[in-house]
Structures are given as structure tokens and as C-alpha cells.
């Protein structure tokens, strides 16, 4: 990622300015909050996953993964984050064997593939 100074002096990354930046410290992840500015002033937002791992060879690395967040979609995230918390916080808990982690994403170890059309036909209905 490149990084350069801006006109103001100020640090800008793919020229785009950050506003605002939250960490959140999460047991073995860190979550970022960024909100930046486009060329034209509109803010979004960035939400950033960060994972220490280990390669094969006993070196750190950081896995992130990250998501945009643009301002016309704000409201219909917000709905949607906050039936799935209803609904994880109504359901009753899960017993597991199993250590509490969370380093596995599913069950198989995948992702599943979900195309923006399927999406798009299940938020109209």
C-alpha cells in the first residue's frame, strides 16, 4: 500500500484521507474502524479484520480482510447486523467439545460463494 503526504500535510493512503480511525482489541483479533474522505468529501466507512499468524516457518504475519462501507448503504448493513445479533442473542447456546476459538470460519474450513445477484434477489423479496 503506498502511502504519501497530502496537500495539507496530512497522510493519505491510495489517496483517499482518513477522518477517523477506532481499534477495537478483540482476544486474538483487532478490529478497525476507519472513516475517509473521497476525492469529492464523501465519507465511508472501512471495517478491518486483523489476525496474528504464523507461517510454516515460525514467522508473524497479519491476515486482514476487509469490508467498504459506503454512506447510501448504511442504513439497510445497520438493519441487517441488527437482525442477525437479535437473532444470535435469542438462539439458545451452542454446546461444543470443541475449544472456543472462533479460528475456524465454517465448517469446512471455506468459504461459501455467494454472488452479489443472489444478494440482490433476497434483500427485494
Given at each position: 500500500?503506498?502511502?504519501?503526504?497530502?496537500k495539507n500535510g496530512?497522510v493519505?493512503r491510495?489517496?483517499?484521507?482518513?477522518?477517523?480511525?477506532?481499534?477495537?482489541?478483540?482476544?486474538?483479533?483487532t478490529?478497525f474502524?476507519?472513516?475517509?474522505?473521497?476525492?469529492?468529501?464523501?465519507y465511508?466507512?472501512?471495517v478491518?479484520e486483523?489476525?496474528?499468524?504464523l507461517?510454516?516457518e515460525g514467522?508473524?504475519?497479519y491476515?486482514?480482510?476487509?469490508?467498504f462501507?459506503y454512506?447510501?448503504d448504511?442504513?439497510?448493513?445497520l438493519?441487517?447486523?441488527n437482525?442477525a445479533?437479535?437473532?444470535i442473542r435469542?438462539a439458545?447456546?451452542?454446546?461444543?467439545n470443541?475449544?472456543n476459538?472462533?479460528?475456524?470460519?465454517?465448517?469446512?474450513?471455506?468459504?461459501?460463494?455467494v454472488?452479489?445477484e443472489?444478494?440482490?434477489?433476497k434483500?427485494?423479496?
Amino acid at each position: 500500500m503506498e502511502e504519501g503526504t497530502g496537500k495539507n500535510g496530512s497522510v493519505e493512503r491510495n489517496n483517499r484521507e482518513e477522518v477517523f480511525s477506532k481499534a477495537i482489541r478483540a482476544g486474538k483479533r483487532t478490529y478497525f474502524f476507519d472513516v475517509k474522505a473521497t476525492k469529492r468529501n464523501d465519507y465511508y466507512l472501512t471495517v478491518t479484520e486483523s489476525k496474528k499468524r504464523l507461517t510454516k516457518e515460525g514467522k508473524q504475519f497479519y491476515e486482514k480482510h476487509k469490508i467498504f462501507l459506503y454512506r447510501e448503504d448504511f442504513d439497510k448493513f445497520l438493519e441487517g447486523l441488527n437482525e442477525a445479533f437479535q437473532f444470535i442473542r435469542n438462539a439458545p447456546p451452542v454446546i461444543s467439545n470443541e475449544s472456543n476459538d472462533h479460528e475456524e470460519e465454517s465448517p469446512s474450513g471455506e468459504y461459501t460463494d455467494v454472488s452479489f445477484e443472489d444478494l440482490e434477489s433476497k434483500t427485494n423479496a
